[in-house]
């Protein structure tokens, strides 16, 4: 039955491979020495990094003074590269999560190293609140413990910390999500492998797995059960992200529109993000025959959709500016537009919404290096996004008097490159140490070759 | 269980599922299945009744939003009153955020560690591996040889029908390993 459901859809697995070729090619990268490309790519990472871990500790040694905000624009880069990283985390947990829900098989590609990036993303996010503390070795004073000052609670009633919880829940399931899903291949890397330290090391992390039957159903039930908990985990994340900005006071962040807004926004940066690193994953470690053109078509076109809807959300946003009458959210929109960081909203509006429409060409869709270009600049659109709601929602407020510019500094701009470094650092270490591809879960999602009984028996025999 | 089990190995998963399935129709008893990924369908074949850890799931995340809910509500409005913009004490809306996220948590966590303690998935376990291949490409049958009438000859007779590679005879061990 399987053969007529294969010749109906394009395969998911290109190349006639059998079972024991797919353990075999995505393996295989871990094998290898890692190649020249591998090594420049990390060391300019960790250069990265370096820079980053600098400026984190200058700053935390003299004070957030070290940075561009005052006292109209309190919030900026720090905060704009918090909802950035966060919102790329969000498309890993849709492929893994609400596609899974939706029996999409062609994630099962793609899952691994999108819940991956889902993790070194939402890492990356948490440094920026935590060092905008000013004082981040006081953070866990955000935890609800009995303490000596009373014991005076948290404040529950704050969607700053409700943030806490969401992120520190999110980090928490994505991390156990991704590891129940390494289980089966953290076994098959232990079975395949010859007596010495990766074969110690892999039986320890994968508990004793030994494909049984009746694990593998409890083990399909509790997958299905994290999904379903990860779906609406996702969407409260983003909302509650949102919510940091909606229930103030300020115009271009009040409004209703929000949680919707950043959801859909947050998918469409994120899946900008798996496919930047698709594109460049499935090259380097020769993985073409999985992450095939029809992944990168459909992943196009999920895409595309998010991105007409983060546009209709801007044109609703005005919308809405027009029809409250309130000149104070008039005045926001149009300075927004206008003002003197149109440039960066119209940056955003060309990266976002227009560009994105290319997608809708199927030759554009399969040329490899217009899509490329096409998702570097939704990643750039996306940070221009969340630059524009805070900058231009604060600089110009209620008291002309009290307008301001702003512009970071070196230090904080040496923060954002050391969070690409910390992202890009981890993602190429996980190539190296994990199977990319989950391979349990493409082997029994992809359709591949059989070979004639007669062919096998003989090779068992011999064996 | 007796002590002797046959083991059959299979290449592919319709033959696996279609063995397992005349098996126990003809009324033997399956021991257990092994298989490089899940074969969905297998679970009937055998037998097996649905995992009952939804219901760990569903109880964890009701005592994490119940308790969250609770511990705020207490935390808020009775142990230290905290006015915050003159909004109620005990105001329910602003609650359901942090609640939801415990409930979650609890959840997820309470339904893999409920996972790895009824399949005792342990770090440092040492399972035996029947053959290395299972985790690869290779399906394996375990049949029961408890039965009087256990006639070895045409049970594999009928394992081969399913092409199956292999049918071999084992002792099982008191520990509960093959030999």
């Not at chain 1, 490159?417 to 996980?430: A, M, N």
């Amino acid at each position: 039955m399987s053969d007529v459901h294969a010749s109906l859809r394009s395969p998911l697995v290109t190349g006639d491979k059998t079972i024991s070729d797919v353990t075999r090619d995505i393996c295989a990268p871990m094998d290898r020495k890692p190649t020249a490309l591998w090594w420049s790519a990390f060391g300019l990472s960790l250069t990265a990094l370096i820079v980053g871990v600098a400026a984190v500790w200058y700053q935390i040694a003299t004070g957030i003074g070290t940075w561009g905000l005052n006292k109209t624009v309190g919030w900026a880069f720090d905060i704009t590269n918090f909802v950035f990283w966060v919102g790329i985390g969000h498309a890993g947990t849709l492929i893994s999560a609400v596609l899974f829900l939706f029996r999409q098989k062609w994630r099962t590609a793609v899952n691994r190293s999108a819940e991956a990036m889902t993790l070194f993303a939402v890492m990356c996010a948490g440094i920026f609140p935590l060092i905008h503390m000013g004082r981040p070795w006081l953070a866990f004073w955000m935890m609800p413990y009995p303490n000596t000052r009373g014991p005076l609670w948290v404040n529950f009633k704050s969607p700053l910390l409700w943030d806490v919880f969401a992120i520190s829940t999110y980090l928490a399931i994505s991390a156990v999500f991704w590891y129940v899903g390494l289980l089966p291949d953290l076994a098959t890397i232990r079975d395949r492998s010859e007596p010495g330290w990766r074969k110690r090391i892999t039986s320890i992390l994968c508990l004793g797995w030994n494909g049984s039957a009746r694990t593998w159903l409890r083990y399909e039930t509790v997958y299905l059960l994290l999904a379903g908990l990860a779906t609406p985990l996702v969407f409260s994340v983003h909302t509650i992200v949102s919510m940091d900005f909606a229930t103030a006071v300020i115009p271009g962040w009040h409004t209703t529109i929000f949680p919707p807004y950043f959801v859909a926004g947050a998918i469409f940066s994120g899946l900008a993000m798996v496919l930047t690193l698709m594109i460049i994953a499935r090259k380097v470690m020769q993985l073409e025959d999985y992450i095939t053109m029809t992944h990168i078509d459909r992943m196009c076109k999920l895409m595309m959709s998010m991105g007409c809807i983060v546009g209709l959300a801007y044109g609703t946003e005005f919308f809405m500016a027009f029809y409250s009458g309130n000149g104070y959210e008039q005045f926001v929109f149009k300075n927004r537009a206008l003002g003197p960081f149109a440039w960066a909203y119209w940056t955003m509006v060309s990266c976002n919404v227009l560009i994105p429409q290319l997608l809708w060409s199927r030759k554009l869709r399969s040329t490899l290096p217009v899509v490329f270009v096409i998702v570097i600049l939704v990643n750039v659109g996306m940070w221009f996004e969340r630059f524009v709601i805070i900058v231009t929602s604060l600089h110009r407020d209620f008291l002309p008097s009290s307008w301001a510019s702003y512009a970071p500094t070196s230090i904080e701009i040496a923060t954002f490159v050391g969070s690409f470094g910390l992202f890009f650092t981890c993602f190429l270490i996980f190539c190296r140490i994990a199977p990319v591809i989950a391979i349990a879960e493409i082997k029994g999602a992809a359709h591949l070759k059989k070979r004639p009984p007669a062919e096998s028996i003989t090779e068992e025999k011999a064996a | 269980m007796s002590d002797r089990v046959l083991l059959a190995t299979f290449e592919h998963e319709d033959d696996l599922l279609a063995a397992t399935d005349a098996v126990r129709r003809s009324g033997f008893k399956i021991v257990d299945a092994f298989t490089p990924y899940a074969v969905h369908g297998l679970e009937r074949a055998m037998g097996l009744r649905p995992s009952r850890l939804t219901w760990v799931c569903f109880l964890c995340g009701m005592i994490g939003v119940l308790g969250m809910l609770w511990f705020e509500h207490w935390s808020t409005s009775i142990d230290w009153k905290l006015d915050v913009g003159g909004k109620p004490w005990n105001s329910l809306p602003s609650d359901v955020p942090v609640a939801f996220e415990a409930a979650v948590l609890l959840a997820g966590f309470g339904s893999v560690f409920a996972l790895l303690a009824v399949s005792r998935l342990f770090p440092g376990k040492q399972p035996q591996i029947i053959n290395p291949r299972v985790t690869d490409d290779r399906f394996l049958l375990v049949i029961d040889e408890a039965d009087a009438g256990f006639d070895t000859a045409a049970v594999r007779k009928m394992l081969q029908e399913f092409h199956a590679l292999a049918v071999e005879e084992k002792i099982t061990l008191p520990g509960g390993d093959l030999q």
